[in-house]
């Protein structure tokens, strides 16, 4: 595992943009696994950015997103196709085509849906760059503590707390997605690379744990200890209660020596 500490949500941010930014160049057939929710909103703007001022081209990339609220149709103001349009496909050439997005629509045959769903990301070749949030209880993509760390495409009740964090999203009053398909954590663990962010004092516990605990389903992201090459970027506040950061700036700057292109 890599772990990279950055000041603030703004260098974390710039940080996973780089990293994605250069990944493309390399391979601009790539195949991109993305997320929705707060922590992304500063990686997708820079990536607009990138493609506005410096050309970056996304016109062979594909994307899988992670995740869907069930119960509400994209045009929803916050169904996460709506977010993913917001922030970042109405302002790069990924061909319509190319973008894949849980259906948050089903009603019925809800296996079937999500079996199809992993067929799609097989079909493509796998995901190449799978980026990831982490919820306050470690959750990534909705896989909800205790969710099996073998699990695939499903439909998954949501936590209270979640739901709770999710609330502030929603007009007052509003009823709030229960339930959500998200890709399991045995597709997450699949892709090639996985960078996973987290900014703000809100994530340190849930961080510390998925880095330097012990592997368990109650912190599914405590999973990625297994995946063959994972970064983490942080800000100080997310990174505040990891024991080794000494350590990890040292793997950062051999890393930084050894092996730029990890970083860009
Ligand atoms: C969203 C997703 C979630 C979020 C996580 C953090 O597609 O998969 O796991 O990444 O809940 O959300 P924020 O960034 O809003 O704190």
Redesign the pocket.
């Known amino acids: 595992m890599l772990v990279v500490l950055e000041r603030g949500k703004n260098e974390v941010a710039e940080q996973a943009a780089r990293i994605i930014a250069g990944s493309i160049r390399r391979n601009p057939a790539i195949r991109l696994g993305l ?6 909103i500063g990686v997708y703007h820079e990536l607009a950015r990138l493609h506005r001022e410096e050309h970056l081209d996304f016109s062979r990339v594909v994307t899988f ?3 869907e609220y069930l119960g509400i149709p994209p045009s929803h103001p916050q169904s ?1 196709r709506s977010f993913m349009q917001h922030h970042l496909f109405a302002h790069v050439n990924i061909p319509r085509n190319s973008i894949h997005i849980p259906d948050g629509t089903l009603t019925r045959d809800y296996d079937a849906y999500c079996e199809k769903y992993e067929r799609a990301i097989r079909d493509a070749g796998g995901i190449d760059l799978q980026l ?5 209880n470690g ?4 896989n909800e503590p205790m969710s099996s760390l073998g699990s695939r495409t499903r439909t998954k009740e949501l936590s209270a707390e ?1 739901i709770e ?1 999710n609330r502030k999203s929603f007009a007052p009053g509003e009823e709030v997605p229960q339930c959500a398909v ?1 890709v399991g954590i045995g597709t997450s663990l699949e892709t090639r690379r996985i960078l996973l962010l987290a900014t703000g004092q809100s ?1 340190a516990d849930a961080i510390a744990k998925s880095i330097e605990g012990p592997v368990s389903a109650s912190v599914t992201a405590s999973a990625l200890q297994l995946h063959r090459d994972v970064t983490f970027l942080l800000d100080e506040e997310a990174a505040s209660l990891l024991t080794q950061k000494p350590y990890y700036r040292h793997v950062l700057d051999m890393t930084r020596k050894l092996m730029p292109e990890r970083l860009s």
């Open positions: 997320a929705t929710g707060g922590t992304m997103n992670l995740d996460f990831l949030g982490i919820g306050r959750h990534i993509g909705f979640t964090d998200t994530k």
